[in-house]
């Protein structure tokens, strides 16, 4: 690797290292695993770091992050990736409002919550609510339509109410 390329992968990929990790965690469900995934990811980064060709370098990152995730969980826990029907219809939000919490619950409960959510909604509200990517760039990410991004934040944001809704039925 050339000292531009070096420089370029320091540019490029350790600003994003937080976020890179985050969504790690979320997609394996835990720290150490999470730790596995994000070293393999930067590995194929800075391996690939030619192949940036520009744009949104949190974006190619995270893609990145995600495709080494899939590739970790289908290797090492295949009942965790579930395929969802692309089809479905999704509820549009209005994207000129910012990223914003869904919910005002303590992180404990939300915690949980995100974490019962099947992988591609978790995936999705990860990158929407908490990193803050639009429609646009979690396709990017995810290579997937945007109409599938709708679908999947409608879906997880729906079964998110619906599990508070049980907790607070609960209490």
């Avoid at 109409?147 to 879906?155: D, K």
């Amino acid at each position: 690797m050339s000292a531009n390329e070096a420089d370029q992968f320091e540019r490029i990929v350790l600003p994003h290292l937080d976020a890179a990790y985050n969504l790690a965690r979320w997609l394996a469900g835990n720290d150490h695993d999470a730790e596995d995934i994000a070293q393999e990811a930067c590995v194929r980064a800075f391996r690939f770091i030619g192949g940036h060709r520009g744009g949104d370098a949190r974006a190619w990152l995270l893609a990145i992050v995600r495709n080494t995730a899939f590739s970790w969980l289908k290797k090492n826990r295949p009942h965790a990736v579930v395929s969802i029907d692309d089809d479905e219809l999704a509820q549009i939000e209005d994207q000129n409002v910012p990223a914003k919490a869904t919910f005002s619950a303590d992180k404990n409960a939300l915690r949980a919550a995100l974490e019962a959510l099947q992988l591609e909604f978790r995936e999705a509200i990860v990158l929407r609510e908490l990193e803050g990517l639009s429609y646009k760039e979690i396709a990017e990410v995810a290579k997937v339509p945007v109409g599938t991004v709708m679908s999947r934040l409608a879906r997880a944001r729906r079964q998110l109410q619906k599990h508070f809704a049980q907790k607070e039925g609960e209490s």
